[in-house]
């Protein structure tokens, strides 16, 4: 069974999402959009193109005006939309997920992602015959022109940088644009189509990107996803960096230079977070896990940045509505040209640690499981899954995936030792409710 959420829609193509459902996702969100004008673009997974032409085909047989990037990156495709004043778009990307997944992520007026209740009016919708066949034109996406202008040329020259493209969009444009910024670069998977690793950054060593940092004797290593909107950092000692150190870099760089210091997080972003806005006098606003869920909390309360700290995903609504690992790169290079070293930019961050891990459990059973860990409980955020906060400035988080048949167990706390506790003790926790609700299930059969 496909998933559907905010996130996107996303399955195995071939067993849960194939070219029939693309169609038709791609008529009812033309006819939501009312035959408007839409962009539509793909990553570089062998099953991508044959998606894209099935969702162009639906979006045409509703009278669309469909324009086609070819292969993009999600933030281009964003940012397409909300500087041409398009009507939506439609990705195709399973984003991290592994390589034999595909899926579809919907894009609304402006440049945002859907919301939840948006996407169940999408999912009702009605298609009708009644509608004038509609037009198909390739187009450039003026994305990277703008970022380049953004970034600005040598804003970094002579700073080493090694990239991890994991054969994703990313290797068609990113090292390009880096090296205008002035930086040397070191390429590693930069071949379109070919995952030579973990697609997602934040779950693979990135052993590799490791060794040519080493090697090459970088300033720093960027890892990115097959969409380009995720971004995990290798520092110059080689060490792999959390996700929410992308997120936390970023949100410093935004802070020093901006007045609107409200932010919005995940509510699986590190406490570090909340240190670093209460350093500069902001104010910090938790969602649900989910970029659109994010994006929808920053402009509720108008926020100038926010993002997740899990997914090593940073969002500035004021360039571009979604996570956006490029962007976030170019501020990093940036920052390392004017403070000498990403040590420098890191040294004040309050340090915390966090463990991670996930349970294969099938969705239908989720909202059970965590209600009743929520019963047992007692300072619990329903914000999202069950979150529990402690008095010795630890958390855990229990949590159905947006895109995955798991519940998601993570904890964050001062010391190593006390957050891979936490997950231990957790993760008997839900193993314990779902053999009772099973056992209870096979009684009353």
């Avoid at 996130?7 to 193509?13: A, K, L, N, T």
């Avoid at 090296?179 to 779950?203: A, K, M």
């Avoid at 659109?292 to 940045?305: H, M, P, S, T, Y």
């Avoid at 690992?325 to 290079?333: L, Y």
Wanted: hydrophobic share 35%; charged share 25%.
């Amino acid at each position: 069974m496909s998933i559907v959420s905010v996130s996107g829609i996303r399955g195995v193509f071939g067993e849960d999402l194939d070219a029939e459902l693309a169609e038709s996702v791609g008529r009812k969100f033309g006819t939501f959009l009312k035959s408007g004008n839409v962009v539509v673009s793909c990553d570089t997974r062998t099953t991508s193109t044959a998606l894209k032409g099935a969702i162009i085909s639906g979006l045409l047989q509703q009278g669309c005006l469909v324009f086609d990037l070819g292969f993009s990156s999600t933030p281009s495709v964003f940012k397409e939309v909300a500087v041409r004043g398009l009507d939506g778009a439609v990705m195709v990307t399973a984003s991290h997920n592994p390589p034999e997944w595909n899926g579809i992520k919907l894009i609304m007026k402006g440049g945002r992602g859907v919301f939840e209740d948006e996407l169940e009016q999408i999912r009702n919708v009605a298609p009708t015959d009644d509608v004038s066949l509609g037009k198909v034109f390739r187009r450039q996406a003026i994305y990277h022109e703008i970022l380049e202008a953004k970034a600005g040329s040598n804003s970094a020259k002579g700073v080493r940088v090694a990239l991890d493209l994991a054969g994703g969009v990313g290797s068609y444009f990113i090292p390009s644009l880096i090296s205008r910024q002035g930086c040397e670069i070191h390429t590693l998977h930069d071949t379109p189509g070919i995952f030579p690793r973990v697609i997602d950054p934040t779950v693979d060593p990135l052993t590799g990107l490791s060794m040519l940092v080493k090697e090459r004797q970088c300033d720093v290593g960027f890892a990115y996803d097959c969409d380009a909107d995720r971004l995990v950092i290798v520092d110059q000692e080689a060490n792999k960096m959390s996700g929410d150190a992308t997120l936390l870099i970023c949100l410093r760089y935004f802070l020093e230079n901006t007045r609107n210091r409200n932010i919005a997080v995940s509510v699986d972003t590190s406490l570090a977070a909340e240190d670093l806005v209460r350093d500069y006098n902001g104010k910090i606003f938790y969602s649900k896990v989910g970029e659109g869920n994010v994006v929808r909390k920053i402009l509720d309360n108008n926020c100038g940045a926010g993002g997740e700290g899990s997914s090593g995903g940073y969002i500035e609504p004021g360039f571009v509505m979604c996570r956006d690992g490029v962007h976030a790169s170019t501020m990093i290079t940036r920052m390392i040209k004017s403070e000498g070293s990403l040590s420098a930019i890191t040294s004040n961050f309050r340090k915390y640690y966090q463990d991670r891990t996930k349970l294969e459990i099938g969705r239908e059973m989720v909202p059970a499981i965590l209600q009743r860990l929520g019963e047992t409980e007692g300072d619990v955020d329903l914000t999202d899954g069950v979150k529990i906060r402690l008095g010795d400035k630890s958390w855990v988080l229990t949590r159905g995936s947006n895109t995955e048949n798991v519940i998601r167990v993570s904890a964050e706390s001062l010391s190593e030792s006390r957050s891979a506790e936490l997950v231990k003790q957790f993760t008997e926790k839900i193993v314990a409710i779902q053999n009772g609700l099973a056992h209870q299930q096979t009684k009353q059969s």
